[in-house]
């Protein structure tokens, strides 16, 4: 039998749902699961996605080789070499899909250093919504993940890409990535880590090519106990007529917090603003907000706004005031600052981080 | 059903309500004068026990039970309930959110939005850029919701429509009327003796109530001439 997503027990199954991904595979149109260094499930229900393990996907088509670094040249930066596997994607041109591409890289083993390489590709014109759920089991003590992604939004086309974390507090996470978008295209990037994780340091960034292209950064951060995060995102404009918006939502309940965003226009007729709200609930946890605008040129429109603050004890009573106890009260309005409405969602994927989102607050902190 | 007794009451180590007496029937509706500062919203956040209003002397009573020591839910589920006048506005959280936690069914609160206006409201964020008056009969909707024996309206109707005034004053009599209600209502406008038919009135001037009456008589006096009279006013005096 092959396995798959249902192969896996009760707990790690209900881990791999907590970051997003459905088990029954019924509302995906493609599926991706890598257990530590293992591919183990590649389908996909759709002739327009491709989804393969990332080194079959370069060996079989010689066309993909050259998409291989290609992000980070653009920038001219360096890249962690030492990967092995992760997914390919890749959306035909003209495809749309309305049911969201889902990827699951799943931590099993204890003190497994997990580095993948994904690639993935929106040809012209095609539109699709992925989904990756990074997840360990109660087993992967002390593991590790690396994971380098190269995204690329040919003209015209659009990504939404979704990635839950829900690691352990034991566990140290690096995505690290880079989204180039074409003329006409959108990239939209939601993150959303609820769960605890001993340290998570990412800055993904989107490279804004080609006019009336557009990138959207959107996350929603709960910081626990003994958990660092140093999380930003980065757009760079290098046209003209382009457009950007980050909104992040950070909330601390004991854990350190950098909330980073750069805005940074290399050329005229940039619009862009980022917005970052953070809420401090326990003594021990700390927010540093890093909001940072950049440019040589005048036509440009940048902006920022940073607030970060405790809940309000008025906020509080006024929900008292209407019959709720102090800490279910403290809990909706926590729930309500982290906002899944902020996050660009189609409505199967929102209503199913809602319930992902209130399960975990209710859980407790 | 409703009582105060000698009610002293330190906002930030300075008082602000002094020897209150205050007594609401069943059925009975209150209304509460005074110049701005007085003491009347400092005296409904004491009644539901918010933080920061420490009673040092004196009871508030609600049907036999001493609320002193009671958290503010803890209140509120015996039966009290507030129409705030600056209510907060919270990020993310709906109206409909807390409509659903205080009515029976969706078929009540549809009922009411609509008669308050408010349908397409329940889908926003609470106060957020809500106009004076849409937060008003917003206040009101959840009040009534919860259905509460005793109602604090905080100046249900400053900053509210002729119109809008009207179809509130409407909505609140109908609900004291039905369910025979208490009320203690907080006005500066006196729009709302229009609409619901007060019995008595109380005068609240340095934290201490200075005369009660009549709420048309004292209002229409306050009108005519101020607040510097009523302490003047030696033979309704407490």
């Known amino acids: ?365 | 059903m409703f009582k105060i007794e000698e009610l002293r009451v330190r906002v930030n180590g300075k008082d602000v309500l002094n020897d209150i007496n205050i007594s609401i029937d069943k059925g009975e509706v209150l209304i509460l004068f005074g110049p701005n500062g007085s003491g009347k919203t400092s005296l409904l956040k004491t009644i539901l026990g918010f933080s920061g209003y420490s009673i040092e002397r004196g009871k508030i009573l609600f049907e036999g039970k001493v609320l002193n020591q009671l958290p503010t839910e803890e209140r509120v589920k015996l039966g009290i309930g507030i129409m705030f006048q600056h209510p907060p506005k919270i990020r993310g959280v709906r109206l409909e959110q807390i409509a659903e936690f205080l009515a029976r069914d969706g078929e009540e609160i549809e009922k009411l939005a609509d008669k308050l206006s408010l349908k397409d409201h329940l889908n926003r964020e609470i106060n957020l850029d809500f106009s004076g008056g849409e937060m008003k009969r917003s206040e009101l909707f959840q009040v009534l919701l919860q259905k509460p024996k005793l109602l604090l309206l905080d100046e249900p109707e400053s900053g509210v429509d002729i119109e809008n005034i009207s179809i509130m004053g409407e909505v609140l009599n109908q609900y004291l009327k039905e369910t025979n209600a208490s009320a203690l209502i907080i006005t500066h406008t006196g729009y709302i003796l229009d609409y619901v038919d007060a019995n008595k009135a109380y005068v609240l001037i340095d934290g201490k109530i200075w005369c009660q009456g009549n709420p048309r008589e004292i209002f229409e006096s306050i009108r005519k001439d101020g607040y510097e009279k009523c302490k003047e006013c030696e033979w309704k005096k407490v």
């Open chain 1, 1 to 365: 039998m092959e396995k798959g997503l249902t192969n896996f027990g009760k707990e790690d199954l209900e881990k791999i749902s907590s970051a997003g991904i459905d088990i029954s595979e019924k509302t995906r149109s493609a599926s991706f699961l890598q257990e530590d260094g293992e591919v183990i499930l590649t389908k996909s229900l759709l002739k327009g996605v491709e989804i393969l393990n990332r080194e079959e996907a370069l060996n079989r088509y010689p066309e993909v080789r050259k998409y291989y670094g290609k992000a980070f040249k653009t920038l001219d930066r360096d890249f962690p070499k030492d990967t092995e596997k992760g997914y390919f994607i890749r959306v035909k041109k003209g495809t749309v899909v309305q049911l969201p591409v889902q990827a699951c890289l799943f931590l099993k083993k204890k003190r497994f250093e997990q580095k993948v390489h994904n690639i993935i590709i929106v040809e012209e014109g095609a539109k699709a919504y992925l989904i990756t759920g990074c997840a360990s089991s109660k087993s992967a003590e002390e593991s590790f993940h690396l994971g380098v992604s190269e995204f690329f939004v040919h003209k015209g086309g659009y990504l939404n890409f979704t990635m839950i974390h829900s690691w352990r507090k034991d566990i140290s996470v690096k995505p690290v990535s880079i989204a180039l978008v074409e003329e006409g295209a959108t990239f939209v990037s939601n993150y959303i880590c609820l769960h605890a994780v001993k340290e998570v340091s990412m800055y993904p960034t989107a490279v804004l090519l080609g006019k009336n292209a557009r990138a959207s950064f959107n996350s929603l951060i709960l910081s626990h106990f003994g958990s660092f995060q140093d999380i930003g995102s980065r757009v760079v404009f290098r046209e003209g007529y382009t457009s950007a918006e980050m909104i992040s939502r950070a909330v601390s309940v004991g854990g350190r917090i950098i909330a980073r965003g750069h805005l940074k226009s290399e050329a005229k007729n940039v619009k862009a603003h980022l917005e970052c709200r953070g809420l401090i609930i326990s003594q021990e946890g700390t927010i540093h907000a890093i909001p940072e605008l950049e440019t040589d040129y005048r036509d440009v429109e940048l902006s920022h706004e940073a607030a970060i603050g405790k809940i309000s004890r008025e906020e509080i009573e006024y929900l008292c005031a209407r019959g709720f106890p102090r800490e279910q009260a403290q809990a909706i309005i926590i729930r309500g600052f982290m906002d899944v409405e902020i996050l660009a969602l189609p409505e199967v994927l929102k209503n199913e981080i809602k319930q992902l989102e209130e399960k975990t607050l209710r859980s407790g902190f």
